[in-house]
């Protein structure tokens, strides 16, 4: 079962308001990769923000500005691309650091209905 269909069934503690309209009625200087992944992460189901999809390391300093303006301390990285490490070191130039290994929810439920979890590095700044 895909994200869409357990948008009903759980709630996230992770709301932002600004976040909650759409990309082009948000204020300047929010990041899109930002915006996308809060809003997959909302929807699932998730504590945190994950990115799960690739960041550009060009992009990394608009990604903590922006989760630095909206409060955001803590996020998870679930991504599994080549570049992984290569972003790690750019985060680390913006005062963000990996603070550790988690597991979050998927879109996915397993056959048995059990909710399906992957490994995420779990990232803070400051």
């Avoid at 976040?19 to 990041?31: I, L, V, Y």
Wanted: net charge neutral.
């Amino acid at each position: 079962m895909y994200a869409e269909s357990l948008k009903n069934e759980q709630k996230s503690p992770l709301y932002i308001a600004e976040f909650e309209q759409p990309f082009e009625t948000c204020k300047s200087g929010t990041n899109y990769t930002v915006h996308q992944a809060y809003k997959e992460s909302r929807e699932i189901g998730k504590d945190l923000i994950d990115f799960n999809d690739l960041i550009w390391p060009n992009e990394i300093e608009a990604i903590v500005n922006t989760l630095k303006a909206n409060g955001i301390k803590e996020f998870t990285i679930s991504c599994r691309s080549t570049n992984l490490i290569e972003c790690l070191v750019v985060f680390e130039k913006f005062n963000c650091k990996m603070s550790g290994l988690t597991a979050i929810k998927t879109g996915w439920k397993r056959i048995d209905g059990s909710q399906e979890t992957i490994p995420a590095l779990k990232m803070r700044i400051g």
